[in-house]
C-alpha cells in the first residue's frame, strides 16, 4: 500500500485565497503532469469539500492517451454528493466510490457509485486507516490524495503519506489564504513530520518538488 500526496501550492503553501479562488495557481505544465501522476495511480482521492467547491472530474485528461482510468474517491462521511455532480454522473463510466460512515444512500448507490462504510472519528469523520484498508480490499493500492487542506493533514498526522508531489507557483497569497496543509497539532520541531527531497525540476514558471519520508 503506498499514499502520495499532491500539493499544488502558492509559494507560501497556499491552495486558494481567502474567498477559495484556486483557479489556477499553478501554470499547465504543472497541471499536465498531475495528470501523468494520476495514471500512475490506482485512485485519485479527495475531501467532500473539495468535491462539492470544485466540482472535479479528478480523471487523466492527456493527449492520446488510451489507458485506464484511475477510481475517483470522495471521503464524504454523510454522503453529501448530489446526484448531478460530475463524479456521481460519470460514476458507471469510471469507478467512483464514496467513503461514509453510514448506511449508503440510494441516489449515489442508483448512480453506479461504491459507497464504503467505515469506522468514525469525532465529527463524523472517516478513520483513515480503516479507510486505506478498505481501498486495498477493493483493489486501489496506490493512493493519490489530492485535497484538500484537511484531508491532506489528516493522511499526514495518521503517519500514511509516503511521498509528496509538490508543484509550488512563484506567487504570493499570504496568511488569509487556505493552507494546502492544515493544523498539525505539532508542539515541537522533533515531532514534525520529516520528508527527503529526492528531486527538484522546473515546469515552466512553477517547481515540482519530490519528497519521500525520511
Not at 10 to 22: F, H, K, P, V
Request: net charge neutral; proline share 4%.
Amino acid at each position: 500500500m503506498s499514499v502520495t500526496l499532491k500539493l499544488a501550492t502558492s509559494l507560501d503553501g497556499r491552495i486558494a485565497t481567502a474567498s477559495g479562488e484556486s483557479r489556477w495557481i499553478t501554470g499547465e505544465a504543472a497541471r499536465e503532469q498531475v495528470h501523468r501522476l494520476r495514471a500512475e495511480h490506482d485512485a485519485v482521492v479527495v475531501g467532500v469539500e473539495t468535491a462539492l467547491a470544485d466540482d472535479p472530474e479528478l480523471t487523466v485528461r492527456l493527449p492520446g492517451y488510451n489507458g485506464a482510468q484511475p477510481a475517483r474517491v470522495v471521503l464524504d462521511s454523510r454522503q453529501r454528493l448530489a446526484a448531478h455532480c460530475k463524479l456521481v454522473k460519470t460514476a458507471r463510466e469510471v469507478p467512483t466510490y464514496v467513503v461514509a460512515t453510514g448506511a449508503p444512500e440510494a441516489h449515489l448507490v442508483e448512480a453506479g457509485v461504491k459507497v464504503l462504510t467505515v469506522r468514525a472519528l469525532a465529527e463524523d469523520r472517516p478513520e483513515l486507516k480503516s479507510v486505506v484498508a478498505a481501498l486495498a480490499t477493493e483493489g486501489l493500492a496506490r493512493l493519490f490524495v489530492e485535497g484538500g487542506g484537511q484531508v491532506a493533514a489528516s493522511f499526514v498526522r495518521c503517519g500514511l503519506v509516503d511521498a509528496i508531489e509538490w508543484f509550488r507557483a512563484p506567487l504570493l497569497i499570504g496568511g488569509g489564504g487556505r493552507p494546502g496543509v492544515g493544523a498539525l497539532a505539532v508542539a515541537a520541531l522533533a515531532e514534525a513530520p520529516h520528508f527527503r527531497r529526492v528531486e527538484v525540476r522546473e515546469l515552466g514558471r512553477d517547481l515540482w518538488e519530490r519528497y519521500e519520508r525520511a
